[in-house]
């Protein structure tokens, strides 16, 4: 069994920083690409930015510049550092993961979302 674990959401204040985390645990054999998506009010889920085990990156355009995903694949970690917060970054953020498990089956996992607010 695996599951995503997400925190560090939370209300700021236009301008200001959040960083997100999230660890995924259990009978984990490998990590393939993770990532980060958000779903707004009324909005499609849209992916944020991802990340492959070998650490190439990928962003949405609206967060290029002020948002940088990393992870620790010893932790099997992935987090999302976010700057310069815009009141339209508001949304929940949920973790992604494709990873394999130890009877070899790959599949996608997610997070149980976090809430970010950005507002004055």
């Known amino acids: 069994q695996v599951q995503l674990v997400e925190s560090g959401g939370g209300l700021v204040q236009p301008g200001g920083s959040l960083r997100l985390s999230c660890a995924a645990s259990?009978?984990?054999?490998?990590?393939?690409?993770m990532g980060w998506y958000r779903q707004a009010p009324g909005k499609q889920r849209e992916l944020v930015a991802s990340?492959?085990?070998?650490?190439?990156?990928n962003y949405a355009d609206s967060v290029k510049g002020r948002f940088t995903i990393s992870r620790d694949n010893a932790k099997n970690t992935v987090y999302l550092q976010m700057n310069s917060l815009k009141p339209e970054d508001t949304a929940v953020y949920y973790c992604?993961?494709?990873?394999?498990?130890?009877?070899?089956?790959?599949?996608?996992?997610w997070g149980q979302g976090t809430q970010v607010t950005v507002s004055p």
């Open positions: 259990g009978s984990i054999f490998s990590t393939n690409a």
């Open positions: 992604n993961a494709d990873l394999m498990d130890y009877m070899l089956r790959r599949a996608d996992y």
């Open positions: 990340i492959t085990s070998r650490g190439n990156t």
